[in-house]
């Protein structure tokens, strides 16, 4: 079952998430993720953000050291293990949704990272904000290809990003909603490519990660997008 923790923000419950590698038995990390269950902020642990998560802390040898930057970041999942992990992280979501920012804060106050920056980034906005960030060689989001209407707005934001760092890479995971969404015309448009992962390969084939109930039965995928080279 699922450990929880109290914590000092009300309304807030403290979710524990446990990642264990069989390459390595000895090797483990716990992160606390307060979530607020109201269900008309939404701001919880999804789906697809622990199979991200689980990406982040295979690849954790990968990424000590690494400029990282959550998308979207929401109660930071990924970016709070990418910290943990010993990368140089940024945290980020809406600016119009300083609630969404302070949920951010409260899961780097809640496992003790007190040099993780968040910062408010509205997506498809070209801001002063965005392109003052430094150069970032990962960029992480989990669901943020949620509604079609968005998906534009998040690779115009990645591909500012590529102006610092062409070789940047787009780590991101989505649950499967519609058979219909597609954002090949997209990535063309933008000179980009994408790489699907399978979650076998970082063993996230499986119902139940980290010690929690998630992925459950959602169908998610994992993709690395990056700058279109040519053939």
């Known amino acids: 079952m699922m450990e929880r923790r109290e914590t ?6 403290c979710r524990v998430f446990t990642f264990k590698d069989p390459r390595s038995p000895q090797e483990s990390l716990s992160v606390c993720i307060p979530e607020v269950l109201d269900p008309q902020y939404g701001m919880y642990v999804w789906p697809s953000a622990v199979v991200l998560a689980q ?4 690849h954790r040898e990968q ?9 979207g970041a929401g109660v930071s999942l990924p970016g709070v293990v990418a910290a943990r992990c010993g990368a140089d992280v940024i945290l980020s979501d809406d600016a119009n949704k300083p609630a969404c920012l302070e949920n951010c804060r409260r899961s780097c106050a809640a496992n003790g990272l007190q040099d993780v920056s968040v910062r408010g980034l509205s997506w498809g906005e070209v801001s002063p904000d965005l392109l003052l960030l430094p150069r970032r060689d990962v960029v992480l989001g989990s669901d943020v290809f949620y509604d079609p209407e968005d998906f534009e707005d ?11 760092n062409p070789e940047a890479q787009f780590w991101t995971t989505y649950q499967v909603r519609s058979a219909d969404w597609s954002m090949e015309a997209l990535l063309h448009r933008w000179g980009l490519s994408c790489v ?5 390969d970082f ?3 499986q ?4 010690g929690s109930t998630l992925p459950g039965s959602h169908s998610i995928q994992m993709m ?6 040519a053939d």
């Open 207 to 210: 119902s139940e990660l980290a």
């Open 154 to 164: 998040v690779l115009v934001t990645f591909v500012c990003l590529l102006r610092k």
């Open 224 to 229: 690395i997008v990056s700058r279109r080279t």
């Open 63 to 71: 990424l000590r050291g690494r400029a990282v930057l959550e998308l």
């Open 55 to 58: 990406y982040v802390w295979f």
């Open 8 to 13: 000092e923000t009300e309304g807030a419950d």
């Open 203 to 205: 063993d996230a084939d």
């Open 196 to 200: 699907p992962v399978p979650l076998a």
